[in-house]
Each structure stands twice: as structure tokens, then as C-alpha cells.
């Protein structure tokens, strides 16, 4: 490479022109402002899904979309003091797809911070997860913010019980619709945890909490949901600057309850419809979300793409690069006191949502 080559140029040069608008990633830059913590960014890359055909076969489309990441983030300007892969790196907990994803990670040039996807867990119950790649929770403390990544996706015992074997635990817990399905939860164990790691902190620490699934409840049928979402709430509650970070959902999703706000992140492997536009579920998406419109369905890669947060003084302003769709930028609301949309917030000013029936 010569010396004088731009970054654009060489982009150009090395293939990947035009990637950075459609990296289905997201960079989460934290600034502070007049206050005098330090200023970062990490990258946020979720829902993978590698498959496993037989042997050392994967399907091309999803391997693609996390190497696109992958190489995404080791380009990115700032530099991310770190990732975090926000979990169902696997799709049906294979060793071989665990093992294909962390070959595909490793060649990211920061460190990785995990979060557990029910796609990564249910063949083993997190064996192979906890040996080969993290903790299934923990927290940590990085420039003033303290995170916590949590198991949000364990549930019922007798669910777990149920099944001939293992794989059939797997299969039912992968399927989106599934009436035999069963809940996401933290469970109490968990929660006694998380409450004893805030226990000594001061009530204005920004805490950032990562989980796979939405600490909400937003759709049951699909399990858009965490059955026990209020406590894991109840013990946040304190605190005056609270940020969720998720994925599961595969599509831009945001939400405030009380002090708390919710982001979700997009999937490198395809989205997910609206509920309403597909189930006709009329009131289960948070009335704060303006919905991304996909004007063409066929396009798997129209609700993937990339974005920058932007933590002001403990507050989100988020701002999604979206591959083959409009720009988002959501922005907490000081006086309002919940994230809103920069341009689409306002029911006059949006774009009328795709429906699929
Ligand atoms: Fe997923
Ligand atoms: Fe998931």
C-alpha cells in the first residue's frame, strides 16, 4: 500500500468500499461531555447464527455476515477499547459452529466481551459456551461505567426436563413461533447476584446492562419476552442512568421503562419482522418505536446495518447506519425523559410500515 493512500482509497483498494454503511455492527461511542470521565467507543456485533451443514460446511450468507463485522471493526476509526458479541453466535449450539465462530472472532484485534444467545445454550446448557468461550455472567467496571452481562435467556426446569434429548431441547428452543416453546428468564439466583455487584455502587454510576434477550416483554408467541423482566427492573431501579443493551429481535427496537432505557441491536444474519406485521399483533411493540419500513421484504439486509451511540453525560443518543434503509437517530429526550426519534418520532413524519399479510 502506498503511503499516500486515503483511508477511502484504500477501502477502495482493499475490496470493501462502501462497508462501512453496511456493516451490520454497532459502534457504541461514549462521551461524556463536561464531565471529566474519559471518553470511548466499543463495536456491538449480535446474532450470527452460524450453521452447520456436515463437515468443515457452513452457510456462506451468515459466515459472511460476521466476517463483514469482523473486518469492519478491525478497521474502525476511533478504535473500540473492545467488542461485544451480544450472543447466538451458534444456531443450534454445535460445538463446530461455536468452534467456527470463535475462528471467525479471533481475528478481531480487540478483546471480546460475551453475552449467551438461547441458540448458543440449549444443546448443552452452556457447557461448551463456559469452557471454550466466557462466564455465562459477570460484570465489569470500564472508564466510569459499569456493565453488567446477564443470562437472560434460562427458563422453567420442567421445560428443560421435558425433552427425549438434547437436541430436540435445541430444536424447540430455535423456533421462532413455537406454541411448545417456554420463556426467557434471569431467574432468582441470578438477580440476588446482580443485586449484591450493585450494592456498592453510587446511585449516579451510568450502569449499562448487556443481555441477549430484551428485559422487557414484548411479544410471548415469539419470546420477544423475559418472564421475569420486572425484577431484574426492580433491582436497576435506584439508579438515575440505566441503559439496556440486547439483541435476539434482529431489528431496531427501543423502549423506556421508568429509568430505564432499551436499545436493541441488529443481527449480522437477517431480521426479524415487526410482530404486528406479520402476526398481526397490534399492541406489542413499545409505542415508542418508530418502525424501520422495509419496503422490499426479499432484501434480508435492509434491517441490518450499524450505528453509533453516543453516551452524553450517562444519556444514549443513538444513531443507526442502516444497510439499504433510512438513517436513524434516537436521542434520549431530557425533558421527556425516554429516547426518541430525531426525524420519525412524530406519527405525521413516518414512513408508513411494510406489512406482510
Ligand atoms: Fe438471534
Ligand atoms: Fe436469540
Known amino acids: 500500500m502506498k503511503k499516500n493512500l486515503t483511508r477511502r482509497k484504500f477501502l477502495k483498494a482493499a475490496g470493501i468500499a462502501g462497508a462501512a454503511v453496511a456493516m451490520p455492527l454497532s459502534l457504541v461511542e461514549f462521551s461524556w461531555g463536561r464531565n471529566s470521565q474519559e471518553n470511548f467507543t466499543l463495536a456491538y456485533v449480535s446474532d450470527s447464527h452460524l450453521t452447520h ?3 468443515g460446511q457452513f452457510v456462506r450468507n451468515f459466515d459472511m455476515g460476521l466476517k ?3 473486518t469492519e471493526v478491525n478497521f474502525m476509526r476511533p478504535k473500540p477499547d473492545f467488542v461485544v458479541f451480544g450472543g447466538d ?4 449450539g454445535k460445538k463446530a459452529e461455536i468452534d467456527h465462530g470463535l475462528e471467525i472472532m479471533s481475528r478481531l484485534r480487540y478483546p471480546v466481551k460475551w453475552v449467551v444467545g438461547e441458540h448458543d445454550y440449549y444443546l448443552d446448557l452452556g457447557q461448551y459456551w463456559s469452557e471454550k468461550v466466557s462466564k455465562l455472567h459477570y460484570s465489569f467496571d470500564h472508564k466510569g461505567v459499569h456493565f453488567v452481562v446477564l443470562n437472560s435467556i434460562l427458563t422453567y426446569d420442567n421445560w428443560i426436563n421435558r425433552w427425549k434429548s438434547p437436541a430436540e431441547r435445541m430444536h424447540q428452543m430455535a423456533r421462532l413461533d413455537n406454541p411448545q416453546g ?3 428468564m434471569v431467574r432468582d439466583r441470578q438477580i440476588e447476584w446482580m443485586k449484591k455487584d450493585l450494592s456498592g455502587l453510587s446511585k449516579d454510576t451510568p450502569i449499562v446492562v448487556m443481555s441477549h434477550s430484551p428485559l422487557y416483554k414484548i411479544f410471548k408467541p415469539w419470546n420477544f419476552w423475559t418472564e421475569d423482566a420486572e425484577k431484574v427492573q426492580a433491582v436497576l431501579k435506584p439508579f438515575s442512568k440505566v441503559t439496556v443493551l440486547h439483541g435476539h429481535v434482529h431489528q431496531i427496537l427501543y423502549n423506556q421503562i421508568g429509568n430505564i432505557s432499551f436499545q436493541a441491536m441488529m443481527s449480522t444474519a437477517w431480521p426479524w419482522p415487526y410482530p404486528v406485521s406479520y402476526a398481526q399483533a397490534g ?3 413499545p409505542k ?3 418502525f424501520m419500513n422495509r419496503a422490499d421484504p426479499h432484501s434480508e439486509r435492509d434491517a441490518t446495518g450499524w450505528s453509533i451511540i453516543n453516551l452524553d453525560n450517562g444519556r444514549v443518543i443513538n444513531d443507526f447506519k442502516l444497510w439499504e434503509n433510512t438513517n436513524r437517530t434516537l436521542r434520549y429526550d431530557d425533558k421527556l425523559g425516554y429516547p426518541v426519534d430525531t426525524k420519525y418520532q412524530n ?3 413516518r414512513i408508513p410500515p411494510q406489512e406482510h399479510y
Open 53 to 55: 451443514i456436515k463437515g
Open 68 to 70: 463483514k463485522a469482523v
Open 89 to 92: 453466535l451458534a444456531q443450534l
Open 182 to 184: 417456554s420463556p426467557f
Open 283 to 285: 399492541n406489542a411493540v
Open 288 to 290: 415508542l418505536t418508530v
Open 347 to 349: 406519527p405525521a413524519d
